[in-house]
Antibody, heavy 116, light 107 residues
Framework: EVLLVESGGGLVKPGGSLRLSCAAS????????MNWVRQAPGKGLEWVSS????????DYADSVMGRFTISRDDANNSLSLQMNSLRAEDTAVYYC?????????WGRGTLVTVSS | EIVLTQSPATLSLSPGERATLSCRAS??????LAWYQQKPGQAPRLLIS???NRATGIPARFTGSGSETDFTLTITTLAPEDSAVYYC?????????FGQGTRLEIK
């Protein structure tokens, strides 16, 4: 069974940093592209970042470019998102998703709240 | 950036009826469109990929169609558990975008 479990969310002050993690199991992690997608409270879905197998290609939404860094650890089947210079508008549930043409598996998400 | 526009914003139908949800892309994306269902408090679930391919375990009541700029998700014989928000999504180019969602209410 494919499982994606996010962790690392919490309350952080504006300008602060947070690192999210996603533990993957039930599939050969290294063979799949992975993504972060977020959803602000009561709002729609927003793609944040993607990384291909072997980290050969990485991309970010304009809204997080230069502040967020995605990375993967294939040895430990994990995906991370380092978030710096956080803003109130980054408040959202952050989902880890797997690529198979589209996002075929999603974790349950971890809530990030940016507030003073 | 490819913009996806969904309509209607809200749809209210009765059990047994048919729902038709639309997604329009701002540029041609071939068949590179997916549909997701999201219920309150849950993560989205993939329903349809490549415009028309049902994901594993998705009932045949859910049908996707369309290509290039105009796409449709049809749900026949609506059931109470179909009440959810439905999103379209494109990965035609590397940078994904989502539609704003259609809220389907079952009366």
């Amino acid at each position: 069974e494919v499982l994606l479990v996010e962790s690392g969310g919490g309350l952080v002050k504006p300008g602060g940093s947070l690192r999210l993690s996603c533990a993957a199991s039930g599939f050969t992690f290294s063979r799949f592209g992975m993504n972060w997608v977020r959803q602000a409270p009561g709002k729609g879905l927003e793609w944040v970042s993607s990384v291909t197998p072997y980290s050969s290609n990485i991309d970010y939404a304009d809204s997080v470019m230069g502040r967020f860094t995605i990375s993967r650890d294939d040895a430990n089947n994990s995906l991370s998102l380092q978030m710096n210079s956080l803003r109130a508008e980054d408040t959202a549930v952050y989902y880890c998703t797997r690529n198979l043409k589209h996002f075929d598996y999603w974790g349950r998400g971890t809530l990030v709240t940016v507030s003073s | 950036e490819i913009v996806l526009t969904q309509s209607p914003a809200t749809l209210s139908l009765s059990p047994g009826e048919r729902a038709t949800l639309s997604c329009r892309a701002s540029q041609r994306i071939s068949s590179g469109l997916a549909w997701y269902q999201q219920k309150p408090g849950q993560a989205p679930r993939l329903l349809i990929s490549d415009a028309a391919n049902r994901a594993t375990g998705i009932p045949a009541r859910f049908t996707g169609s369309g290509s290039e700029t105009d796409f449709t998700l049809t749900i026949t014989t609506l059931a109470p558990e179909d009440s959810a928000v439905y999103y379209c999504h494109q990965r035609y180019n590397w940078r994904s975008t989502f539609g704003q969602g259609t809220r389907l209410e079952i009366k």
